[in-house]
């Protein structure tokens, strides 16, 4: 199977900075798209920002100008560069991807954990 892991969330102050990482292991073949989502509480989950094989973007409206979603393929690792936090980005950020893995002939839809992201004064 495929595992996501995400890093990188923490505390910061509105107008700050945070980058978060996604890193894919298993057996894979390969990666098709990969997303950040992310929850608040009480809220349901939105699509953040999504990339695929080709590096073509999609920002929800609320990100947009100021997260910035990237993807190395080399290391199976996706990023979120998220710029000018306010407190309403505050959420569990998850990391999401269609994926090979090896053996298989289709594609495969995996869930990171999540990493808490808050913004708060």
């Known amino acids: 199977q495929v595992q996501l892991v995400e890093s990188g969330g923490g505390l910061v102050q509105p107008g700050g900075s945070l980058r978060l990482s996604c890193a894919a292991s298993?057996?894979?073949?390969?990666?098709?798209?990969m997303g950040w989502y992310r929850q608040a509480p009480g809220k349901q989950r939105e699509r953040v920002a999504v990339?695929?094989?080709?590096?073509?973007?999609n920002y929800a409206d609320s990100v947009m100008g100021r997260f910035t979603v990237s993807r190395d393929s080399a290391k199976n690792t996706m990023y979120l560069q998220m710029n000018s936090l306010k407190p309403q980005d505050t959420a569990v950020y998850y990391c999401?991807?269609?994926?090979?893995?090896?053996?298989?002939?289709?594609?495969?839809?995996?869930w990171g954990q999540g990493t808490q992201v808050t913004v708060s004064s």
């Open positions: 999401w991807t269609t994926a090979r893995p090896v053996g298989a002939t289709f594609l495969l839809a995996y």
């Open positions: 298993g057996t894979i073949f390969s990666i098709a798209d």
């Open positions: 990339i695929n094989s080709g590096g073509r973007t």
